[in-house]
């Protein structure tokens, strides 16, 4: 764990490959979401991408205070990184998992899709909330004094 919580960047860096590896395995699978008279359509790779991205980004951040010797809090880094990749893997596994309407025809059952489209929903929205923990850190980090 100590490892981990040394160097949290090379988590990231190295989740984004095996993320667009995933992305690229269906690159025609769609998501629809349904908000009242609206559909929103996200297919794998676009998510795959995105969610690349913002690894990418969250790295860089630990990796910028990390090679300026600064200190991060052990337990905040645990939290975002743990509840930040679960979050994300599992909305993906989620999406990869879903049947499309091509596939099942008229025999699609849109409860069970409704019900993973709020399950996935949840998941988001608890990756979107602890992302300030991921802010706290850095701030904490670049006003302390180095290492």
Do not use: C
Request: charged share 10%; aromatic share 14%; net charge neutral.
């Amino acid at each position: 764990m100590t490892k981990i919580t040394k160097t949290p960047h090379i988590v990231f860096w190295i989740l984004i490959p095996i993320i667009l590896l995933i992305g690229f395995l269906k690159p025609d699978k769609t998501l629809d979401i349904n908000i009242h008279d609206t559909y929103f359509v996200i297919g794998l790779i676009s998510l795959a991408v995105l969610i690349s991205i913002i690894f990418g980004i969250l790295g860089l951040g630990y990796w910028v205070v990390i090679k300026l010797n600064r200190r991060l809090v052990n337990w905040l880094t645990i939290i975002h990184l743990t509840i930040t990749v679960i979050g994300f893997f599992s909305i993906i596994l989620i999406f990869f998992s879903l049947p499309s309407i091509e596939q099942d025809g008229f025999s699609y059952n849109f409860e069970n899709f409704l019900e993973m489209q709020v399950i996935v929903f949840y998941i988001f929205s608890l990756v979107l909330y602890i992302q300030p923990l991921y802010l706290i850190n850095i701030i904490i980090a670049l006003l302390s004094k180095t290492e």
